[in-house]
């Protein structure tokens, strides 16, 4: 939660700062593969085992829709003219135009 507050806060100060940005993202992946093996160990004492399977499935597609869901929000908080990642996203396929077929 506090990674979170500090990626916004510095979204909201507009630092800019690449390095930043890196040094978060490394925080916040240490502590979530740290946390992970703990989470891990909940649903076996939470679930009787013959539901344990469906539980891991419903846990699993809950945090893929969330994950899937959750930049929507924002994109619809700064309207349609900001959208900073089709040019990202069509980059790609304007190089794939270039490449010469296989011979």
Request: hydrophobic letters at 50%; a positive charge.
């Amino acid at each position: 939660m506090a990674v979170s507050a500090a990626f916004a806060t510095q979204a909201w100060a507009r630092l800019g700062q690449v390095w930043l940005l890196y040094a978060l993202a490394m925080v916040q992946a240490v502590l979530q593969a740290t946390a992970a093996p703990a989470q891990r160990t909940f649903m076996p004492r939470l679930v009787p085992p013959a539901q344990l399977t469906a539980a891991i499935a419903l846990n699993t597609l809950s945090s893929r829709i969330v994950m899937l869901a959750g930049p929507a929000p924002g994109h619809a908080a700064r309207g349609p003219r900001c959208q900073p990642g089709r040019g990202l996203f069509r980059s790609p396929l304007r190089g794939r135009r270039r490449v010469p077929p296989p011979p």
